[in-house]
Nanobody
Framework: QVQLVESGGGLVQPGGSLRLSCAAS????????MSWYRQAPGKERELVAI????????NYAESVKGRFSISRDNAKNTLYLQMNSLKLDDTAVYYC??????????WGQGTQVTVSS
């Protein structure tokens, strides 16, 4: 069955960095566009970054442009999110998301990122 397992979250001070990973299994990872979403307490889930199936195109929410970088390793079936210059407002649960035009969407269980001094 399809599994998306996020890791790498934790507690970090403002200005710090974290690298999230999402290990995928149960589907042809290299055929799916992948995204990171996040949901802060009391807020709706929002798109953070997206990457095409072969990694040739990426796009970011305005709030993270220049600070976050999405990437993927199709040989390892893994998605990444490098987060630099973290701010208090980046505190959220971060989710991995997989979607192809012919398929339903898949979500990971999420990993908590807390930015606090």
């Amino acid at each position: 069955q399809v599994q998306l397992v996020e890791s790498g979250g934790g507690l970090v001070q403002p200005g710090g960095s974290l690298r999230l990973s999402c290990a995928a299994s149960g589907f042809t990872f290299s055929s799916y566009a992948m995204s990171w979403y996040r949901q802060a307490p009391g807020k709706e889930r929002e798109l953070v970054a997206i990457i095409t199936s072969v990694g040739t195109y990426t796009n970011y929410a305005e709030s993270v442009k220049g600070r976050f970088s999405i990437s993927r390793d199709n040989a390892k079936n893994t998605l990444y999110l490098q987060m630099n210059s973290l701010k208090l407002d980046d505190t959220a649960v971060y989710y991995c998301y997989a979607k192809a035009p012919w398929s339903r969407a898949y979500w990971g269980q999420g990993t908590q990122v807390t930015v606090s001094s």
